[in-house]
């Protein structure tokens, strides 16, 4: 995939706007992770060094269309200042008079960082109107989120028809890396699927079926490949109108030459707590009154062994209840396996989420090819998908 990006001449001396993903955590108003910050980074340096006056434009949380000021973004433009040394001016709208001024006194070493884009219930329309709004006190605009990228929204997508527009540096590399996955793997090439949810998975594992010589399943949703097996699965996870899919699946698997595999031991606890007493089982031996919270070590093997002989790796969801200490080893374990794969030479992706931040909970973040920034947005993207945020600086001959 070849995207229309900027050059030096495209935004030198120009009002440049950004739509960024500064959706970050935070906690007593202060930011907790601040990965989603560091990502943009390159991008902002670049169209400084370029000459550009540089706004930020960003949404963070859910506030539905209202203000709410427990999802405003100055806190967060605190900390990108702390991070960075730059000077950051935090403008309390993202359209109307605060904009209008803020732009009459932009100082050339000022960075502009506008409130909460949802904010503002026309965002989530991609509404034509609002993205005129948004754009009318800048020249030019660049695209650098890629996790919003799955959505069709005014700063995402509508915008893009009003200002002369370019991908931003993250969206070319997480497009150019999670397209080396998708499109052209080398082989052997091994999907690890896990997380709570079959349902989530689907259309990646529909899409990927075609592509990949193993599926690993690990997680919550191995439960209900396991009861589309005819297994007993206790009180573990199960998303019973999908049992029928697994069951597809695992026949559609056979029919490709595609491996499954399942786990073959797994930890099972009382509880779905920290401190549940737990214990190790076949899973032909789950006890009824228990629910399998993460893989076991004989999984683990098995596992390792086939991202270790593969090409491709891709991961796209926890083991097990990475969260809790007692359920995190599986996890770890898988992280640690795409660790050393990626040593050895294969080209391993994290798709973003929940195992993006398990495998920086366990320190393998920068030892392996690339983790993405997007949950949604990278399923989206292996699910073949053109996301409508990216499909505007779409190039590819
Ligand atoms: P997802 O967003 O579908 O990737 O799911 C991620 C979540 O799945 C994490 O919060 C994990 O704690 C959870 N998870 C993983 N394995 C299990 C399991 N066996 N039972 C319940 N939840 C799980």
Known sequence: MKLKTFLPGDVSGKKVLVRVDLNVPLADGKVTDSTRIAAHLPTLRALKAAGAKVALISHLGRPKGKVDPKYTLAPVGEEMARMTGWKIRFVPDCIGPEVEKAVSEWKDDEFLLLENVRFHPEEEQNDMEFAKSISKN??????????????????????????????????????????????????PFVLILGGAKVSDKIAVVENMMKKVDTILIGGGMAFTFFKAQGREIGKSLCESDKIEFAARMLDEADKHGV??????????????????????????????DKMGLDIGPKTVEAFTKVILGSKTVLWNGPMGVFEMPAFSKGTEAIAKALAEATEKGSFTVVGGGDSAAAITQFGYENKVSHVSTGGGASLEFFEGKILPGIEPYDITE
């Open 138 to 187: 800048f020249d030019v605009f660049v695209m650098d989120a890629f996790s919003a990228s799955h959505r069709a929204h005014s700063s995402t997508r509508a915008i893009a028809e009003v200002l002369p527009s370019f991908a931003g540096i993250l969206i070319v590399k997480e497009t150019e890396m999670l397209s080396v996955a998708r499109d052209k793997p080398q082989k």
């Open 259 to 288: 491996k499954i595999l399942l786990p073959l031991d797994v930890i099972v606890a009382d509880e779905f707590k920290p401190d549940s007493p737990y214990l190790l089982v076949s899973p032909d031996e789950i006890p009824s």
